[in-house]
Structures are given as structure tokens and as C-alpha cells.
């Protein structure tokens, strides 16, 4: 990436961060000068001299440039690392408030009344998405996790963390894996839980057509009526596209039924997630 790259990025990733435009080519101008005035930052960034002391003021309020009293005035950007956590701590302040004013909004009126619809299935995409679904849907298991591994890239030390403290409150782990590499990897993490290569060969390749490439990349069954497949698909240069995942929840949910049904047949029968409990 050649320099104006990096200053363009730059620019616009402070934008996304919540700066302004003028604001955002102030900072990268002082990031790349020990110190300068408002004639030096105009020309280095192209933003209007009469313009960059109103930027100048708010990048001060928010703590990411000092400013000298002298004649003429001289500005610096703060140390780089400080100013990523202040931008940090801005947005998760932010996200915070966020999340707070949204659940206080009180829900519309339904015309499907109070009744729990079982049989939809919505779409996720994107990893990080479809990750917090899976991490939301651990942290609200009751009573067992199944959990079947695609692809290596899945297992993260904090989904390992997270199954973990699902043994430690109790509850039944079951994970499965392609490979007894990552068997033993994931057994010595999570020790007390049931790990085993499981048969599911469908996870990476189709019995029906030899030229298909995508490829599951986790397979959850939450307390056996709800449910997340996530897959990718690998385009005919090696490229892998975004990886994309269908949720259900429901006992008779059709997906969650045809779901339980296609990963019994990778587990021993003492695992078989559609067998009743008392069997």
C-alpha cells in the first residue's frame, strides 16, 4: 500500500470512527509533523486555512490534538496509540448508549399477538455476525451444546473459553471435529467435554456433485430446538467468500429437525442429539 493509500484510509476510517471530513485530514496531517500551524496543516492536508482551526477545536475536545499558545498557534497530534483508545473508548461509550436507548424503547404492538412463532429461519452474514449469534446462543444454552466443526478457523480461544464455562455451570458438551489434530487440540482446552472426529463428511464436499465448494463451517444445536449453520464457498480462484449462516429455533422447526436428524448420523447413539433423554 503506497503512501497516499495509507493517508486516504486513514482519512476515511476517522470518518467511520464518527470524525468529519475536515477533521479527519487535520489529524492525518499532524499524525505526519512533529508539530505545525494552521497555514502548514492547510497546505498538508488540503483543507481551507479558515476551516482548520474550527476542525482544530473539536479534535482538541475530543482529546486528540494539544495546542501551544504561541504567535503563531502551534498544533501536535497526541502519540498515535493514545489516540486510538480515545477513539476506542468514544465508540464503545457510544455503542453503550446505544444498547441501553434501544432496549428501553418500548416494543411495537404485534399483529401475531404473544404467540411464539417455531418455524422461521432468518439469514446471517458476515463472520464476525454470525460469531456473536453463535457466542449469544452458547451463553443462552440450558442443558447441552452440540457443536460441529467445518473449518479450523472456527475454533478461537474464546469460543474455547466459552464451552468451558458451559461445563463448569453444568451443562453437556458435545464437539465434533474433522480432524484429530483439532480433537486433541480442542480435548486438552476443554477437557470435560465429549470431543470426537466426527463423520459428517457432507460438512466439506457433496456426495451428489463433485464440482461443489462450499463447505460447512460450524454446525450449533443448542439444547436440541435451536439451531445455526454457517458455510463458505471457496470461487474457482481459492478465494473464500463470506461466510454465511441460516438460524432456526423450535423443536418441530423443520430445520432443526432435518438438522438434528443429518448430525445423528456423525455421532454414536449415546450422543445422537434426536434421541429422547431418557433412552
Known sequence: MNELSNQQQSIELLQQLGLKEYEARCFVALARLPKGTAKGISETSEVPRTRVYDAIRVLETKGLVEIQHSNP????????????????????SRTDTLVEALAAIEPAESNGGDEEITHEVWALSGPTAITNRTQQLIDAA????????????????????????ALNTGLTVLIGTQTEDIRERIAEAVPNAEVFVSGLEWLNSSPLEVDDNTTISRLVLIDKNTI???????????????????????????????AR?????????RQDPDMPDDE
Open 228 to 258: 445455526l449453520v454457517s458455510s463458505v464457498h471457496e470461487t474457482d480462484t481459492g478465494e473464500i467468500e463470506t461466510e454465511k449462516a441460516v438460524f432456526g429455533r423450535g423443536f418441530d422447526n423443520g430445520i432443526v429437525v432435518i
Open 73 to 92: 498557534q502551534q498544533f501536535r497530534a497526541v502519540p498515535i496509540e493514545e489516540a486510538a483508545e480515545t477513539l476506542r473508548q468514544e465508540y464503545e
Open 142 to 165: 440450558g442443558q447441552e451444546i452440540v457443536f460441529i466443526i467445518g473449518r479450523d478457523e472456527v475454533v478461537t480461544e474464546k469460543l474455547l473459553e466459552q464451552l468451558q464455562e
Open 261 to 269: 436428524r443429518l448430525m445423528a448420523t456423525g455421532l454414536p447413539r
